[in-house]
């Protein structure tokens, strides 16, 4: 089973997804979305969330005020971290995740440690928590259907743009074959390569 929560301080929301336990953090891990955020409280065991970017987003895009409630929401489900003041929560998007055989279930790595980003939590804000419960929904999904759609989809998406990329390649070889046409022709065409019916030296105007 898979928590999801709505992040709604901006418009539109953002959705928050965290596991029941370790076997759904470790489905989490397995079949995320690229535009995934991963949350958990650094150093202690805690739930992981996942904050789910709009299209087109880095993190980089998101507001401050979503990083927060995100860290407020994977402090809160920890055991030792919701009791505990001051703690870090860590954060990097889904594909810097590392996951090796000798892991346990729903532990992981970073590919690039320099990647992973802190945010500091002085305490636990329970307007925020329970704004967040409030919207809490129990689903069930396939992850890995829908991580195979969502790919699905996105080979077709960057098949059309391929397409779209090729058909403006091929109408700005013939907009420039047409240009050097018309410069041809218009070489052709200047003055002192035109003749008249007085050339050839016959320039009076009497008639025989």
């Not at 403006?168 to 008249?196: A, C, F, N, P, V």
């Amino acid at each position: 089973m898979v928590f999801l929560f709505k992040c709604e301080v901006v418009s539109p929301p953002y959705m928050l997804y965290m596991g029941l336990d370790k076997n759904e953090n470790e489905d989490l891990i397995k079949w995320g979305f690229p535009e995934d955020v991963w949350f958990h409280v650094d150093k202690v065991s805690s739930a992981h969330v996942y904050l789910r970017l709009h299209t087109g987003e880095s993190l980089d895009d998101v507001p401050q005020t979503v990083i927060d409630e995100c860290a407020q929401l994977v402090k809160a489900n920890s055991i030792q971290g919701n009791k505990m003041n001051n703690v870090d929560v860590v954060f990097t998007m889904w594909g810097n995740l590392k996951k090796t055989a000798g892991m346990d279930v729903g532990q992981v790595g970073f590919h690039k440690s320099k990647d992973v980003r802190k945010v500091r939590v002085e305490k636990r804000i329970n307007e925020i928590v329970n704004r967040l419960n409030k919207t809490k929904e129990e689903k069930f999904p396939d992850l890995r259907a829908e991580r195979e759609d969502r790919d699905k989809k996105e080979r077709e998406d960057q098949r059309h743009v391929q397409q779209e990329q090729r058909r403006r390649e091929k109408d700005e070889m013939e907009r420039k074959e047409k240009e050097r046409e018309i410069r041809s022709y218009s070489s052709l065409m200047t003055e002192d390569k035109m003749t008249t019916n007085k050339d050839g030296g016959n320039d009076s105007d009497d008639f025989m």
